[in-house]
């Protein structure tokens, strides 16, 4: 099956820093990439769907100036956190998609983000 | 609005069956996955069904039905490690991806 990476696995910063973390599609070319938040104990929250060259799409109450989406080309996406805080503290998973219909989403690892 | 039902936790016993139900209401139907998550890992795929009827995967079946927006995902001969959420997910109109809040499942001995 297609394979995901995510980089890094986990990270832990100091408030008011900024986090990049890198999705990866390894062997096939992603024209939609997803980027998810999950808090403990609940459910995959969809923060933006980016498309290769352009801007991505955030969902209701995600900020676009805070949760930097790059997806420059068709196998890699960036998510940065910028200035982060304590409460961005959350398991971030990418996941991505090929082709323009409806096709499986093949999820990364996660990155696992602590904000001291 | 869109909505996906799943229960929160179920328990079951080694070498059992479960049965985990998932209901919907979306705004167009393209399809539904289950995905297996372990506790601090990103989901894994199982199934996905677009037409009623049931699909058989090893010890996992998964079940549709799109007129009672209705599907089930069935784990025979329950192993220790099956111990996972299992998420519900309805691809809608617009193809994106509606995610139920999952079932956390227990196999105790």
């Known amino acids: 099956g297609a394979v995901v990476s995510q980089h890094p696995s986990w990270v832990i910063c100091k408030s008011g820093t900024s986090v990049k973390i890198e999705c990866r599609s390894l062997?096939?070319?992603?024209?939609?990439m997803f980027w998810y938040r999950q808090f403990p104990k609940q459910s995959l929250m969809l923060m933006a769907t980016?498309?290769?060259?352009?801007?991505?799409?955030?969902e209701q109450g995600v900020e676009k100036d805070k949760f930097l989406i790059n997806h420059a080309s068709l196998t890699l996406s960036t998510l940065t956190v910028t200035s982060a805080h304590p409460e961005d503290s959350s398991f971030y998973i990418c996941?991505?998609?090929?082709?323009?219909?409806?096709?499986?989403?093949?999820f990364g690892p996660g990155t696992r983000l602590t904000v001291l | 609005g869109q909505n996906i039902d799943q229960p929160t936790e179920m328990t079951a016993t080694e070498g059992a069956i479960v049965q985990i139900n998932c209901t919907y209401q979306?705004?167009?139907?393209?399809?539904l996955f289950w995905y297996q998550q372990h506790a601090g890992e990103a989901p894994t795929f199982l199934s996905y069904n677009v037409l009623d009827g049931l699909e058989e995967k090893g010890r996992f079946s998964s079940f549709l039905s799109r007129s009672k927006g209705y599907s089930y995902l069935l784990l025979k001969e329950l192993q220790m490690k099956d111990s996972a959420s299992y998420l519900c997910a309805v691809v809608d109109s617009n193809y994106q991806l509606i995610w139920g809040a999952g079932t956390k499942l227990i196999i105790k001995p």
């Open positions: 980016s498309n290769e060259g352009s801007k991505a799409t955030y």
């Open positions: 979306t705004s167009g139907f393209n399809g």
């Open positions: 062997d096939f070319q992603a024209t939609t």
């Open positions: 996941s991505a998609r090929a082709g323009g219909d409806y096709n499986e989403q093949f």
